[in-house]
């Protein structure tokens, strides 16, 4: 319209401006975010309970004997986890790194766990080697940390499975 006018909005005494639109926006982003981390809390709740949660967890020492290349988990007979290791994996392990390789749900009772640990041992020689344990899972959450540790006496690799107390 020409001619036409427009005027800023008027205020109402007593009322301050609104929030620029771009701290309305970061506002709402930490809004989402947060609700996202809920989510994400409450899903893991969901599907792993705490009575029948199992966690296995993979950590190595210092690491001059052994080059890690892969680890497999069975639970009973059936394989649960397994993982290649990228160089860049194996040196976050070296340094002090714990690796989350599973986390399920397991009845109460006995069960066997297995891990089996393939790489480069002593002298460059392909080394695969296995750990074995009984878990006794009852009705609170259980964490197993499959450790790769040097034995300097023996100048070779032990495997072991430990169990944590939570």
Do not use: C
Request: glycine fraction near 8%.
């Amino acid at each position: 319209m020409p001619g036409a006018e427009f005027e800023a909005p008027v205020l109402p005494a007593g009322d301050e401006p609104a929030a620029p639109l771009s701290e309305q926006v970061e506002d709402l982003k930490q809004t989402v975010l947060e609700l996202n981390r809920d989510l994400l809390i409450l899903e893991e709740e969901l599907l792993f309970p705490a009575n029948t949660q199992v966690a296995l967890f993979v950590s190595m020492d210092v690491g001059e004997f052994f080059e890690l290349d892969a680890v497999k988990v069975k639970i009973g007979d059936k394989l649960v986890a397994s993982h290649l290791y990228t160089p860049r994996q194996v040196d976050a392990l070296f340094r002090g790194g714990v690796q989350r390789l599973f986390l399920g749900n397991l009845k109460s009772g006995s069960h066997e766990v297995t891990a089996f640990f393939t790489g480069k041992g002593p002298g460059g020689r392909e080394y695969k080697r296995g750990a074995t344990v009984t878990l006794e899972k009852e009705q609170e959450p259980k964490a197993l940390e499959l450790r790769i540790v040097d034995s300097t006496t023996k100048l070779q690799p032990v495997f072991d499975i430990k169990e944590w107390q939570l």
